[in-house]
């Protein structure tokens, strides 16, 4: 039974690690680029409450909030974004692509969702009862591999959920100057069902997760289509929208603020308390950590 306290462990955890990595990368710490998860945490929080453990996830470039969610080590995550031997995948991934235990992930738009299609397959075949979860974003759905995806998905009726977390850009690209129609469309267009939401409240989208999910397991794949707001830059500094729109989307949907209130106060200074020690301690270890050699061992 997933408590209210539990979701918001989640959702303030990934924000925690969000406001530190883009702190840090400020101070040059960090390498290559990062996709702050920030704004979209409630996504993350309903969708993993409702997985098995053993299910498989496929990420994108937007990664960290979902492997966190997902239960994995932001010390281990910190390191891997400083590029040092102890990181996820030894320094060599980046931000972008992380693996740990049944989780994966992939910066080229669309590429990982032919591999979680073919995973689904594999599963299925293997008679497991384990579904893969795929994550893209809105402008991901330009992506025609996804397509080719979708078609054998429904043709083999694969155990596959592909989440479409809409933050309405594609990097500085607005929905309605790169994507034509509907997104649902899309989807049914293959006779695959979808489940949606245009909401930030965690317990708004957890029984549509739910509900997702259990489609998957029970019946095969399925769209759910998440309709959200990041709240920080594409990657860090490239935001064309309006600072002052940004702050009063912030101010009617951050997921914190949301579900914050369900918390008792007590409760929730403590959990914060342990939670920035948690994150503090992560990113110290981790810039202490030694680099990989360059020989590759
Ligand atoms: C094939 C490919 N083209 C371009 C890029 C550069 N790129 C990274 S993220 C991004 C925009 C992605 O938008 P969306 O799918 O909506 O995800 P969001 O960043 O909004 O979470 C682009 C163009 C890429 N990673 N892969
Ligand atoms: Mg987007």
Same mark, same amino acid.
Not at 61 to 77: E, K, M
Not at 203 to 225: K, N, Q, Y
């Given at each position: 039974?997933?408590?209210?306290?539990?979701?918001?462990?989640?959702?303030?955890?990934?924000?925690?690690?969000?406001?530190?990595?883009?702190?840090?990368?400020?101070?040059?710490?960090?390498?290559?680029?990062?996709?702050?998860?920030?704004?979209?945490?409630?996504?993350?929080?309903?969708?993993?409450?409702?997985?098995?453990?053993?299910?498989?996830?496929?990420?994108?470039?937007?990664?960290?909030?979902?492997?966190?969610?997902?239960?994995?080590?932001?010390?281990?995550?910190?390191?891997?974004?400083?590029?040092?031997?102890?990181?996820?995948?030894?320094?060599?991934?980046?931000?972008?692509?992380?693996?740990?235990?049944?989780?994966?992930?992939?910066?080229?738009?669309?590429?990982?969702?032919?591999?979680?299609?073919?995973?689904?397959?594999?599963?299925?075949?293997?008679?497991?009862?384990?579904?893969?979860?795929?994550?893209?974003?809105?402008?991901?759905?330009?992506?025609?591999?996804?397509?080719?995806?979708?078609?054998?998905?429904?043709?083999?009726?694969?155990?596959?959920?592909?989440?479409?977390?809409?933050?309405?850009? +594609? @990097?500085?690209?607005?929905? =309605?100057?790169? !994507?034509?129609?509907? /997104?649902?469309?899309? $989807?049914?267009?293959?006779?695959?069902?979808?489940?949606?939401?245009?909401?930030?409240?965690?317990?708004?989208?957890?029984?549509?997760?739910?509900?997702?999910?259990?489609?998957?397991?029970?019946?095969?794949?399925?769209?759910?289509?998440?309709?959200?707001?990041?709240?920080?830059?594409?990657?860090?500094?490239?935001?064309?929208?309006?600072?002052?729109?940004?702050?009063?989307?912030?101010?009617?949907?951050?997921?914190?603020?949301?579900?914050?209130?369900?918390?008792?106060? +007590? @409760?929730?200074?403590?959990? =914060?308390?342990? !939670?920035?020690?948690? /994150?503090?301690?992560? $990113?110290?270890?981790?810039?202490?950590?030694?680099?990989?050699?360059?020989?590759?061992?």
């Amino acid at each position: 039974m997933t408590t209210d306290l539990d979701l918001y462990r989640i959702l303030y955890l990934i924000r925690c690690f969000e406001e530190r990595a883009l702190a840090e990368f400020s101070t040059g710490k960090l390498f290559g680029t990062t996709h702050a998860y920030i704004g979209q945490e409630a996504d993350a929080a309903a969708l993993f409450s409702v997985l098995d453990p053993g299910d498989l996830v496929f990420s994108n470039h937007r990664c960290h909030g979902h492997f966190l969610a997902y239960g994995g080590d932001p010390y281990r995550l910190a390191a891997e974004l400083m590029g040092r031997a102890t990181g996820l995948v030894g320094g060599r991934g980046g931000s972008q692509h992380i693996h740990w235990r049944n989780f994966y992930s992939n910066g080229i738009q669309g590429g990982i969702v032919p591999v979680a299609t073919g995973m689904a397959l594999a599963e299925k075949a293997q008679k497991t009862g384990k579904i893969a979860v795929v994550f893209i974003g809105d402008g991901t759905l330009g992506q025609g591999v996804l397509y080719e995806s979708l078609n054998i998905a429904a043709l083999w009726s694969l155990p596959v959920l592909y989440v479409v977390e809409n933050n309405r850009y +594609a @990097q500085t690209t607005p929905n =309605e100057l790169g !994507i034509a129609g509907s /997104i649902p469309a899309r $989807f049914q267009a293959f006779g695959i069902e979808t489940f949606e939401a245009a909401s930030s409240d965690v317990l708004t989208l957890l029984p549509i997760a739910r509900e997702a999910v259990d489609h998957v397991r029970s019946r095969g794949p399925a769209a759910c289509i998440l309709h959200t707001y990041r709240f920080s830059a594409h990657s860090k500094g490239d935001d064309p929208r309006d600072p002052e729109q940004v702050a009063k989307i912030r101010a009617a949907h951050d997921p914190l603020t949301i579900h914050a209130p369900r918390i008792d106060s +007590a @409760q929730r200074a403590s959990l =914060e308390t342990e !939670i920035d020690a948690l /994150i503090d301690y992560a $990113f110290t270890r981790a810039a202490n950590d030694p680099f990989p050699l360059l020989n590759g061992e």
